[in-house]
């Protein structure tokens, strides 16, 4: 445990300075669930090639891509990241397949509205290139590229939305703009997906009925 200990004291400090806001108490749990998770043997069982959306295609990215996790218990999530692939589906798939590549999201929306999942919720998935923000989202790419608005199709906002209402459901995170954003809000970021062409009032709109219609049906309505 005096490794753990060291470990507290070092990263409270670091965080110290940024944390105005977050509550000592709050953030002292949140270093304690971390330190529990760091526990040989105590992470969520696993099924291998299981989905968090229903639906969603499972294909594993590089484990060189993520950092395994137990989230919402180690880190909480409260952030949706919207990602443009400047590039194809296959292409996507194939790079956040590759040890060498050092990024992966958690999921790919396809054109013709198909998702596809690489990478646990529970796991850090290297989308955002912002440790805290990788840390506390969950990172959805859209197949297209941000200079061309024929990329983001009405087969691909409805699966998108429904997608990303389903995280936010299951998280309880607020459905607004605050909480889901572009990579190009990411703080220190230098990309600027999704771009012009992304229709936010639109996914919003999408997200919230989405929402409203998944939040009726698990109560039976
Ligand atoms: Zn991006």
Redesign the pocket.
């Known amino acids: 445990m005096r490794d753990g200990d060291r470990r507290l004291g070092r990263r409270a400090l670091l965080v110290g300075g940024a944390a105005a806001g977050v509550g000592t108490v709050a953030l002292a749990r949140q270093e304690l669930a971390h330190l529990w998770w760091r526990l040989p043997g105590v992470e969520k069982p696993r099924v291998e090639g299981a989905v968090d959306f229903r639906g969603a295609q499972w294909v594993a990215a590089s484990s060189a891509n993520l950092r395994r996790a137990d989230r919402p218990d180690d880190y909480g999530i409260d952030r949706v990241?919207i990602?443009?692939t400047q590039g194809g589906y296959r292409s996507a798939v194939k790079v956040f397949q590759d040890p060498a590549h050092g990024a992966a999201?958690h999921y790919i929306v396809r054109k013709d509205g198909h998702v596809t999942q690489m990478v646990r919720e529970l796991d850090v998935a290297f989308?955002?290139?912002n440790r805290e923000y990788n840390e506390r989202s969950v990172?959805v790419?859209h197949e297209g590229f941000v200079e061309r608005a024929s990329s983001f199709t009405d087969a691909m906002y409805e699966a998108s939305a429904r997608l990303t209402a389903g995280i936010c459901g299951r998280y309880g995170i607020p459905v607004d703009r605050e909480h889901i954003i572009g990579?190009v809000e990411v703080p220190g970021?230098d990309?600027t997906?999704?771009g012009p062409h992304w229709d936010w009032d639109r996914y919003m709109r999408l997200v919230r009925s989405a929402r409203t219609a998944g939040a009726q049906r698990a109560q039976g309505a």
């Open positions: 990241v990602h443009v999201a989308h955002a290139g990172g790419e990579h970021t990309h997906d999704p």
